[in-house]
T-cell receptor, first 112, second 115 residues
Framework: DQQVKQNSPSLSVQEGRISILNCDYT??????FLWYKKYPAEGPTFLIS?????DKNEDGRFTVFLNKSAKHLSLHIVPSQPGDSAVYFC???????????FGDGTTLTVKP | NAGVMQNPRHLVRRRGQEARLRCSPM?????VYWYRQLPEEGLKFMVY????????ESGMPKERFSAEFPKEGPSILRIQQVVRGDSAAYFC?????????????FGNGTRLTVT
């Protein structure tokens, strides 16, 4: 039973356009959500997070949207840059963000 | 480099041998987590430790796997009598506090290959 799902294994976007990465979850107990970015042969790097009491959080080019009723969140990157090409993991947690449940990741490719 | 340090980066073991993976958390971080990533999958939580204490090991296989975070020295993930299915990337992460507002800082992982 996969509690956090990223249904698109890959996404290709042109440089300068918007990238939208999606994530669905099933466990209503999750109340904190995080996005991590991972380059090959490196560990994941924290990108942005959102608490369940919010529906939007923005940090520079990155915005995360949360729709609690649909149990859905999305990460928007605008404008997309070639350096954004990486695997993006959605993660969900309860009281401890360290004990997170991760999705399988979406590989984003931004073409120059 | 003040980041999370894991070693070795690559480890090859024959079936039945023991694997020891080491992790030094970021300076000032007292919470350590181990995650495992199988090929084409996401990271799976294994264990959460603080100094000298295992806080949550709900993700650890019941047999052959153990973890410790001693008062002095790095955290160790130990896998006894390895099998081919243990081949994976093992990531260690640390945080300042075990709270929802404390995202993880990951090391670059140890890639274990069991032959």
């Amino acid at each position: 039973d996969q509690q956090v799902k990223q249904n698109s294994p890959s996404l290709s976007v042109q440089e300068g356009r918007i990238s939208i990465l999606n994530c669905d979850y099933t466990n209503s107990m999750f109340d904190y959500f995080l996005w991590y970015k991972k380059y090959p042969a490196e560990g994941p790097t924290f990108l942005i997070s959102i608490s369940s009491i919010k529906d939007k959080n923005e940090d520079g080019r990155f915005t995360v949207f949360l729709n609690k009723s649909a149990k859905h969140l999305s990460l928007h990157i605008v404008p997309s840059q070639p350096g954004d090409s990486a695997v993006y993991f959605c993660a969900a947690s309860g009281t401890n963000a360290g004990k997170s449940t991760f999705g399988d990741g979406t590989t984003l490719t931004v073409k120059p | 480099n003040a980041g999370v340090m894991q070693n070795p980066r690559h480890l090859v073991r024959r079936r039945g041998q023991e694997a020891r993976l080491r992790c030094s958390p970021m300076k000032g971080h007292s919470h350590v987590y181990w995650y495992r990533q199988l090929p084409e999958e996401g990271l799976k939580f294994m264990v959460y430790l603080q100094k000298e204490n295992i806080i949550d090991e709900s993700g650890m296989p019941k047999e052959r796997f153990s973890a410790e975070f001693p008062k002095e020295g790095p955290s160790i993930l130990r896998i006894q009598q390895v099998v081919r299915g243990d081949s994976a990337a093992y990531f260690c992460a640390s945080s300042t506090r075990g709270l929802r507002s404390s995202p993880l800082h990951f090391g670059n992982g140890t890639r274990l290959t069991v032959t």
